[in-house]
């Protein structure tokens, strides 16, 4: 009972968190944290979803899915919800900075390339250091939805080994 308050709670903070950022939506690509303003409140079925490109181990899965909650993703800090498919498992890579992540749907997994499993499910935190090649993957029989939050523009970087 205690563990599934305390992941509730964890989830609901962060939903909030994300939420509480000002956002102009520019397009269904980013959404752009404003300066000053009112506070934002963005049901789940408002946010706006775009293909990544990137593909996993077999492409036939699909591709990572990614939806802005604050500042820009592509260029600089920015909280947002990643959504990957059931079965999906990344090929090994980086990114150049630090983020942190809970899952908000699904069963994942996140840890160094040819690690022990540790499925994750909801509720579920971890961090990545910025550099560590690793592997990220979603082990349920539905989809994943991830929350990340990073101080640094997020980059996927494929490993050259």
Known sequence: MKTTKLKLLAVIGLYSLSMAATAAMEDKKEIKAASGGSSVNLPVMQLK????????????V??????????DLQHSMHGTFVKMPAGFVSKSHIHTGEFYAVVIAGVGVNGLAGSSDVPLPVGSYWSQKGGESHVTKC????????FISQNSKFDYIFDKK
Do not use: V
């Open 49 to 60: 979803y775009f293909d990544t490109g990137i593909y996993g181990s077999n492409e036939s």
């Open 62 to 71: 699909g591709t990572l899915k990614a939806a802005a909650s604050y500042g």
């Open 139 to 146: 082990i349920s029989s539905n989809e994943c939805i991830f």
